[in-house]
Nanobody, 121 residues
Framework: QVQLVESGGGLVQAGGSLRLSCAAS????????MGWFRQAPGKQRELVAH???????NYANSVQGRFTISSDNARNTVALQMNSLKPEDTAVYYC???????????????WGPGTQVTVSS
C-alpha cells in the first residue's frame, strides 16, 4: 500500500506556471514508476506524464514541451513543472505509483486526493 499527497495547485492566468508536488510514503519500492494524471469535469482521467525510477520520462502530446516531470528518489517526491499553461489544462491533477512496462505506463491502485489547477483565459 502506498500513500500519495499532492500539493501546489491553484489559479493562474494563461501563459503562467505552476509546480505540483507529490509526496509518497509506504510501499513505494514495490513500484518502478510514478505518473501524473489529470481529470477535467465530464472527462476521463488521462495520463499527463510519467517517470521511471531510472529517470526515463514520457509525456502526453498535449503537454510535451510545456510540462516537466522530475523525481527525488531519496525523498520519495515527484514534481510536475507546468509552464505556458492553457485554459484546457484546467483539471484536478493526481499522482500515482505504478509500473513502466513495454506497453507504457500501468497505473497502480493508490491515488491521492488530487490538487485543483485552474487556468483562466
Amino acid at each position: 500500500q502506498v500513500q500519495l499527497v499532492e500539493s501546489g495547485g491553484g489559479l493562474v492566468q494563461a501563459g503562467g506556471s505552476l509546480r505540483l508536488s507529490c509526496a509518497a510514503s509506504g510501499s513505494i519500492l514495490d513500484f518502478n514508476a510514478m505518473g501524473w494524471f489529470r481529470q477535467a469535469p465530464g472527462k476521463q482521467r488521462e495520463l499527463v506524464a510519467h517517470i521511471t525510477s531510472g529517470g526515463y520520462t514520457n509525456y502526453a502530446n498535449s503537454v510535451q514541451g510545456r510540462f516537466t516531470i522530475s523525481s527525488d528518489n531519496a525523498r520519495n517526491t515527484v514534481a510536475l513543472q507546468m509552464n505556458s499553461l492553457k485554459p484546457e489544462d484546467t483539471a484536478v491533477y493526481y499522482c500515482n505509483a505504478g509500473y513502466r512496462t513495454s506497453f507504457g505506463y500501468s497505473s497502480g491502485t493508490s491515488w491521492g486526493p488530487g490538487t485543483q489547477v485552474t487556468v483562466s483565459s
